[in-house]
């Protein structure tokens, strides 16, 4: 379905052809039309189906139909405060909604768009909070600040929107978004987004919705991944996870890739060893200052990174359709993460291979993923980097073929993720004495990298007590930046390890 068919307004499909969208998706053909009614909405949607859209296009068409009555708002030196109010859990996903109102709302004359969001001065916020203002999206942590001090007024407000709202919960904003919600009025519209609408999350939403609120379920977690291949490989220990992850990143069907990590320690470790083999690289992650975040997603948006390696809160919000590998280095602390890690990849229409990098450890998050998603991920090895120890059995066993360099993926589509003329071990610069594996204690970790030196806190509770709850304010100090990108400095173009095994 077109988008001139659900009602939008000539300014906005103006926009979308501007910005290359023609044909409306699955959830967008669906929310729309019911956010133009002005009905309170609950949906759920597959990430990178285009849900932004589907809140964006309703407020910015509520903003065009107020342009049209005058808009007295707007008159100077009165604070009438915002006419939509957008909630995202992170700096980045508020970034990228926001980046979508502008694009989507270029031909709404004076349309005024600002984020509150933490780590970031307060000055430029209260500057816009007190001038004309049509939309604000921000991270609750941010905004209850601004409310207590009285700088921001709600009081106005006709729509709200919960984007991401399970997320919000599990780092534990319930009582802000609760606080913030009885600072609206009540009849306000509200539209909540969620992968699931179970347990407490739909408690909050009977708190929050009229009770005539539509339901719209695009996609579930248990639904396929059609344009993401998935893939599972067992390491024996972090050496062999290391070289498998230097081989992944070797083939020249790599892009982009985001390579996730459980911890910030284990981001911030990770990107300096890559960064020292040659890749062009950096970290994110909730710990790093808002400008340094910024300027490693511009890096990635304009190609002057190639691997990226975030934690799951950094990384909520980022779409690049460029990046076609996303490899889980840690696994999520839960399965639900899984679904949104590897649909970074895969996005706009594009094919993307998301890889799981697993050792025996991580028995049991791989079958809660797939009991999750009630699908199995499927086996695969590397020549020359198989697994000592016997494949973990789990009770949805991955398919399992013959023939092929990766078992269950014959005459896949990357080809055991190697390139043509790379080596049958797994390695650019081949593998003297036809061994299968190196010798000696490792894979090729660096010296006085063990596990225990490395098992950080994970990044939800982390960043819970850096842009949480009302009781939280303490901000961890930032470690200096080392380089334009913040954490790494980009070593030039990307080149493939040629010593053998990373010594």
Known sequence: MSFENLGLAPALTRALADAGYEQATDVQQQAIPLGLSRLDLKVSSQTGSGKTASFALPALQRILEARGDGDKRREKGVVH?????????????????????SAYGKHVQGLRVTTVVGGVPYGAQLKALRGPLDVVIATPGRLIDHLGSGKCV??????????????????????????????????????????????????????????????????????????????????????????????????????QAVVFTSTQQ??????????????????????MPQGRRTRVLQGLRTRQLRVLVATDVAARGIDVPTISHVINYGMPMKAEDYVHRIGRTGRAGRNGLAVTLAERRDVSMVKRIQQFTTQSIPVAQVTGLEPRQPEPRIFMGAPRGAGGEHRGHPGGRHGGHGHPGARQGGRPGGNPAGRSRPEGPGYGRPPG????????????????????????????????????????????AFQARDSRWGR
């Open 449 to 492: 990298h063990g596990d225990a030196a490395h098992a950080g806190r994970p990044e939800g509770h982390f960043e819970r007590r850096r842009e949480g709850g009302a009781q939280a304010r303490r901000a961890a100090a930032p470690a200096a930046g080392r380089g334009r990108f913040g954490d790494q400095k980009p070593r030039g």
């Open 81 to 101: 405060g915002p006419r939509v109010l957008v909630l995202a859990p992170t700096r980045e996903l508020a970034m990228q909604v926001a980046k979508a109102f």
């Open 154 to 255: 709600l009081q106005n407000l006709e729509m709200l929107v919960l984007d991401e709202a399970d997320r919000m919960l599990d780092m534990g904003f319930i009582d802000d978004i609760r606080h913030i919600a009885q600072q609206t009025p009540a009849q306000r519209q509200t539209v909540m987004f969620s992968a699931t609408f179970a347990g407490h999350v739909g408690r909050l939403a009977d708190e929050l919705l009229k009770p005539e609120a539509q339901t719209v379920q695009v996609a579930r977690h248990t639904d396929t991944h059609a344009s993401i291949e998935q893939r599972l490989h067992w390491a024996d220990n972090r050496q062999h996870k290391d070289a498998l992850l230097d081989h992944l990143l070797a083939d020249r069907e790599v892009d």
């Open 266 to 287: 284990d981001a911030d470790w990770l990107a300096d060893r890559l960064a020292e083999f040659g890749h062009r690289v950096a970290s994110l992650h909730g710990g």
